[in-house]
Structure formats: structure tokens, C-alpha cells
């Protein structure tokens, strides 16, 4: 089980790697990752590129979490209002709203008000991105090739168009199926149960009156989290701008799942499932029920709680 799990990890790093040589050419690359998490799997990516002789900038903000001095690629920073204190705080308000209590009616609007803990911050990230001249300037003198971005956050799609550059993105998706959204790709809501409504793609007549409004719940409070951000794309383009458009131009999707755990669905030509990429080999634990908080990984504790039931 071991060897096959590596070896699906390096067939989708393998097939990531000859989908993005054909469009960065061994040139120049220009990263906008989003930071946190989210950073965990895009850096793995840069580190393989960089190996492979790309010449890589990571556009980041001077006020870090995660994204930090490497060897493997160049940081451009720019300032931001913010603190590190202030930052780390955010991140752990965040990571903390996850435990608590919810109900099954409140849960699409408790999760979109603990979003918004750390999207404000993302959005005042971008905003003093846009907005310094400076770091435009050498991002426009740069020549890059293409750009490589997480579009939870569309600060870089909207650098992609500004900059005129195909962009490729990564991502494990989005509470209101970004992906699907971005690619075209069909998702009937008679088939297709929208996050939040625990339906099985075996829904009841009711059922699928109640997960048809909880898409059109999904998409109100992603036009709502990207109106801001489509006003920042209107001003530095000098143009009325439709955020979803923009998110249409992306040439490849890299999608941080595996298909065989999703619901059947149709998937275009460019959607690519790498899932697995940021998975390590196992390692023996000297007491497998005993571990110590402090050094586990909420991802371990998933693991941890279904590999022993």
C-alpha cells in the first residue's frame, strides 16, 4: 500500500511538471501564494520546478506566516498595515472558530463569518499589492513567462490579466465549487449535494429542493466575498471587470484531490487531480494511540482517529 501510495504521489507530481513545462518553458515564473497552509502544497511544486531550471519569484508580503527565505526561489515583498502578532492572531482565531459548536442551518453562515477572519486580511494584502507602484513596476519590467497562483484568494488573477500572462492554478477547491465555476464543468444540483448539506448523491425529492438553495446560498456569498476584490481589479485595469471572468482565463487547473473521492461529475480537459502531493512517507509510532498534541498536525489527528476505529 506504502509503494503504491509513492508511487501515484510521483505519477501526479510527474504529470503537474509536463503539464507546466509547456507553458513556462524553463523561463521565468511568478508565484502569488497565498500564505498559511495553502503555501504547504504550492511549496512543494516550486522547490520540484526549481530544480528543473526555472527561474522563480515568490511575490510575498513583507508580514509572513509561512513563506519564508529559500533557496529555491526569489522573494519580492511589499508592506502591509499588519503586524506579525496581529497576523498570527487572525490565523489562530480561525484555526479556533473550526471547533466550535454549530448547528446544521447556521453552518454555511458560521463558516462564511469565521472566512472572514482571515479574507479581510487576505483582501488587505492584495489591496496593498495593487496599490504599490514600486512592486507593479517590477513586476511589469520582469518579463515573466507565466504565473502560478492559489485563486481562493484572486489577487493573483488579477495580476495575471494585468500582467497579460497565462496563469496556472492550485487549489483544493471552494466551499462554492470554484473549480467546477472556473472550468464550466457541469454540476446539477440533482446529483451533486452542495458542502454543508451532509446530502449523498442520492438525494430525496426534498433533499434536492433544500441543496438547490444551498447553491444559490453558496453562490451569494462568493459574489459577496469577491465584490471587493473585483472593485481593486476594476481600478488597477482601468475598466469595469467580472471577477468570474477573469477566473475563466486560467490555462490549467491543478485540483489538490484525487477524483475517486468526489462525487461523479463531468471534469474538463484542463482540470488535472493531484491529490497527494504534500503527503510524506509513514513512519513507525513507538506508542500508536499515544501522541503529543503539541507536535501533531491537525491532519494527523484525522488521520489518527479513522486508521484505528
Not at 81 to 107: C, I, M, V, W
Not at 187 to 215: E, G, K, L
Not at 228 to 238: M, R
Amino acid at each position: 500500500m506504502a509503494g503504491l501510495l509513492r508511487a501515484s504521489q510521483r505519477a501526479s507530481v510527474g504529470l503537474y511538471l509536463l503539464a507546466l513545462w509547456g507553458v513556462v518553458g524553463g523561463e521565468k515564473l511568478l508565484v502569488v501564494p497565498v500564505d498559511g497552509s495553502h503555501w504547504l502544497s504550492m511549496k512543494e511544486i516550486v522547490e520540484l520546478l526549481s530544480e528543473r531550471g526555472h527561474d522563480i519569484v515568490v511575490l510575498v508580503p513583507e508580514v509572513s506566516l509561512l513563506v519564508g527565505e529559500s533557496r529555491y526561489y526569489s522573494r519580492r515583498t511589499y508592506s502591509v498595515p499588519y503586524t506579525q502578532e496581529e497576523l498570527k492572531d487572525r490565523f489562530r482565531s480561525f484555526g479556533n472558530s473550526h471547533f466550535a459548536e454549530r448547528s446544521y442551518l447556521s453552518s454555511p453562515l458560521t463558516e462564511y463569518r469565521n472566512l472572514k477572519i482571515v479574507t479581510d486580511m487576505y483582501f488587505t494584502i492584495c489591496e496593498s499589492l495593487l496599490k504599490d507602484s514600486e512592486t507593479l513596476r517590477f513586476l511589469r519590467e520582469s518579463k515573466f513567462d507565466a504565473l502560478f497562483t492559489d485563486p481562493a484568494v484572486p489577487c493573483g488573477v488579477i495580476l495575471g490579466e494585468y500582467l497579460g500572462l497565462p496563469s496556472v492554478y492550485l487549489f483544493r477547491g471552494f466551499p462554492a465549487g470554484l473549480e467546477q465555476d472556473i472550468s464550466s464543468s457541469p454540476r446539477p444540483v440533482s446529483y451533486i449535494p452542495r458542502p454543508f448539506t451532509q446530502f449523498s448523491d442520492r438525494m430525496t425529492f426534498p433533499q434536492r429542493v433544500a441543496n438547490f438553495f444551498a447553491a444559490l446560498l453558496a453562490t451569494a456569498l462568493l459574489y459577496l466575498y469577491n465584490l471587493q476584490f473585483q472593485n481593486l481589479a476594476s481600478e488597477l485595469l482601468k475598466r469595469d471587470v467580472d471577477l468570474a471572468t477573469l477566473h475563466q482565463k486560467g490555462s490549467l487547473l491543478l485540483l489538490r484531490y484525487d477524483f475517486v473521492f468526489e462525487y461523479p461529475r463531468p471534469v474538463m480537459p484542463n482540470m488535472v487531480f493531484i491529490g497527494g502531493i504534500n503527503c510524506k512517507t509513514g513512519g513507525h509510532l513507538a506508542q500508536p494511540y499515544s501522541i503529543v498534541i503539541g507536535e501533531t498536525s491537525l491532519y494527523d489527528l484525522y488521520v489518527l482517529k479513522y486508521i484505528h476505529v
